[in-house]
Structures are given as C-alpha cells and as structure tokens.
C-alpha cells in the first residue's frame, strides 16, 4: 500500500518564524489533505490540496503530484500554531474507497 | 452549519466489556468513516460506510463492527475490549467520491482499564 512519510518529525519555532513541513508519498494518490491536530485531539482541516498550489491566510501548500510529494509553509508563526501537522493521503488505486493513509505527523512547537 | 458530532467525548470501561460510539455526519454527506488513532500516530482506517452499506474495512479484528442508519449516522461497536483498544476514535463524514475532503468530529477518547 501507500506509504507517507513527513518530515521534520519534530520543529520547535520562535514567534514569528517561517516553516516548511513535507510530506511525500509513494504511489500515485487521487486525494491530499493536510489537518491540524489541536492538544484536545480535534482535527481541523487546513487544506484540500490534491495538485497545484492553496493559500489561506498565514498557511500555503503545495502538492506535486508527478513527484509525490507536497509542502505546508507556515508564515509568520503564533503560539496558536502549535500542535501536530498530519498530512494524509486517498489512494487512487482503491477505486472509490475513501480509505485516508496518514503520515506520522510533524509535532509543531511555537514558543512566545 | 453543524459539523460532524461524536458522543461521547469520553469513556472509560473495563476489559471485556463491550462499546458503542456514535457519529452524526454534516448534513448532505452520505459516506462516514472510523479511524483509530494510537498515542503518537497517525489515525489507523476502520470502517467506511455509504447508503448504508460497508464499503471498506481496515485490518482490525472481528471484535469492531459498525453500521449506519437512514438518517446517515452510523455507530462504531468494540466487544470484549482489551487495554490495547485505549485509543482516540475517530468519524470523518464526507460526500462520495474518489475526489471529496473528509471532515472530522472532535473523536471519542476510549480508556480501557
């Protein structure tokens, strides 16, 4: 099955500073997401990024399909920020199989 | 609008028992989804439901089974629980469709003592 690996597994930031979390995958994949995962275990949705390129607000992403891997940049960093960042994945070959395959996360720490 | 709702919030039982965990999508979509998520790790695939009808099933054991109703909301079940099964369980509600964004409840923290 697909694998997706996301890098750093860790970052801890400053205020104020700019990020750059990877998330690359192995097959080929109909379905991109990236969520935040606050400390309470709520998933929120960040982007819906299967191709090309989305920005909201502070957030930006990016996913490059043909070579199997995607970007979130986070601008200008507030403790608000801080969490985890799981990148998952839908796989194409499953037909229409909602099943999502998620990365480990990259653990996000924003100190003041 | 309201989004995807999980009760309960929380819940502790005891090995052996038996669990039921309930999930009521956003209004319009027809497809629910349950993950598992472990301390640590990413959310494991367990179930997926369309018009009722089971569409895919993680590899977990027999012991977890679920349903959906006509109103489209669906429950997930958990018999003779062991420690292992203390996790985070998770809905996501979504349209059909290979190219759709799933939406996820706040989850269900299940502690198996």
């Known amino acids: 099955g697909i694998q997706v690996e996301q890098s750093p597994p860790d970052l801890i930031l400053q205020e104020g500073a700019n990020s750059t979390l990877r998330c690359n995958f192995s097959?080929?994949?109909?379905?991109l997401q990236w969520f935040h995962q606050n400390p309470w275990g709520q998933l929120i949705n960040l982007f819906y990024?299967?191709?090309?390129?989305k920005q909201n607000g502070r957030l930006s992403a990016t996913t490059v399909a043909t070579e199997r891997y995607s970007l979130l940049y986070i601008s200008s960093s507030q403790t608000t920020d801080s969490g985890v960042y799981f990148c998952?994945?839908?796989?194409?070959?499953?037909?229409?199989?909602?099943?999502?395959?998620w990365g480990l996360g990259t653990s996000l720490a924003v100190n003041p | 609008d309201a989004g995807v709702t999980q009760s309960p919030t929380h819940l502790i039982k005891t090995r052996g028992q038996q669990v039921t965990l309930r999930c009521s999508p956003i209004?319009?979509?027809?497809?629910v989804s349950w993950y598992q998520q472990v301390l640590g790790q990413g959310p494991q695939f367990i179930f997926q439901?369309?018009?009722?009808?089971?569409?895919g099933r993680g590899n977990f054991p027999d012991r977890f089974s679920a349903r959906q109703f006509p109103n489209y909301s669906s429950e997930l079940n958990v018999n003779a629980l062991l420690l292992g099964d203390s996790a985070l369980y998770l809905c996501?509600?979504?349209?059909?469709?290979?190219?759709?964004?799933?939406?996820f409840g706040q989850g269900t923290r299940l502690t198996v003592v």
């Open positions: 209004s319009g979509h027809k497809s």
């Open positions: 990024i299967p191709s090309g390129t």
């Open positions: 998952a994945v839908g796989d194409y070959n499953a037909g229409n199989n909602r099943k999502l395959i």
């Open positions: 996501a509600s979504s349209l059909w469709g290979q190219n759709t964004e799933a939406f």
């Open positions: 097959d080929s994949v109909n379905n």
């Open positions: 439901y369309y018009e009722k009808e089971e569409r």
